[in-house]
């Protein structure tokens, strides 16, 4: 079971893992073709390098992130929600965030952390993902590790996202609080069976009512990372992504 498929060089072989951010204690072990791919591989990939020692650093993360988030000055969250935002205020509080205390940063700040606090509730923690386990071992196994984004270019990335769409984005981020735990069951399950077509329907749902969203969150970063993966094969070495 897993989510795992293998793309075959002139001289070497690249795994695609599907991967999980986080997970928590009771979801266990990483899938066995993890592991097989992993001890296979020489190189490690992912989407940011977690050996590398700034992003290992929380706080200076945290600051790089809230940087890329103030608003511009004269512009407030208060006015970026506009009549909506007493209503927002009031979902956001059951998660136990004061969105007064967020008036300088920008909806998708907002929506971010929301995301954060309610999986981190539900025992959601980063350093059971799979990127982490792998980094872990990859540091120990001396296995060099690449990154094809950084986490600055990632805010930068949600940043540009117009106002009206970074608004959008976190009232998806609500929406989706609601039906966290049954549509998490069902995302886990799906990733453990290796159902694909389960995960795309999941994954894919909320973005087809708002492609302003899903192209630049999904469709140009898959484009990019294309363009970094593709030489991967013309080399000797196995590398797992």
């Known amino acids: 079971p897993g989510v795992l498929w293998t793309v075959e060089g002139q001289h070497n072989t690249v795994y695609l893992l599907g991967s999980v951010h986080l997970l928590r204690d009771s979801d266990g072990a990483l899938p066995g073709i993890a592991e097989a791919a992993y001890a296979d591989a020489e190189q490690v990939v992912m989407e940011i390098d977690l050996d590398d ?26 006015g970026v929600l506009g009549s909506d935002y007493e209503s927002i205020a009031g979902q956001v509080a059951e998660a136990g965030l004061d969105l007064a205390l967020l008036e300088p940063f920008a909806p998708w700040f907002v929506a971010t952390l929301l995301m954060q606090v309610e999986l981190a509730q539900r025992g959601f923690r980063p350093e059971l993902g799979i990127e982490q386990r792998i980094a872990e071992r ?51 399950e799906a990733w453990r069976d290796g159902d694909t077509a389960a995960l795309a329907g999941l994954l894919t749902d909320a973005y087809e009512e708002f492609p302003e969203l899903y192209r630049p969150l999904t469709e140009d970063r898959n484009r990019a990372w294309v363009e970094q993966l593709g030489p991967l094969l013309d080399d000797r070495d196995d590398y797992l992504v």
């Open 53 to 78: 020692p700034a992003v290992a650093d929380p706080a200076a993360l945290l600051d790089e992130m809230q940087r890329a988030a103030l608003l511009p000055a004269g512009t407030t969250l208060r």
């Open 138 to 188: 990859a540091a120990r196994d001396r296995k060099p590790i690449e990154g094809l984004e950084t986490p600055v270019g990632q805010f930068t990335m949600l940043a540009r996202l117009p106002l009206p769409v970074q608004k959008r984005f976190l009232e998806m981020t609500l929406e989706e609080t609601e039906s966290m735990d049954t549509e998490l069951d069902r995302l886990l």
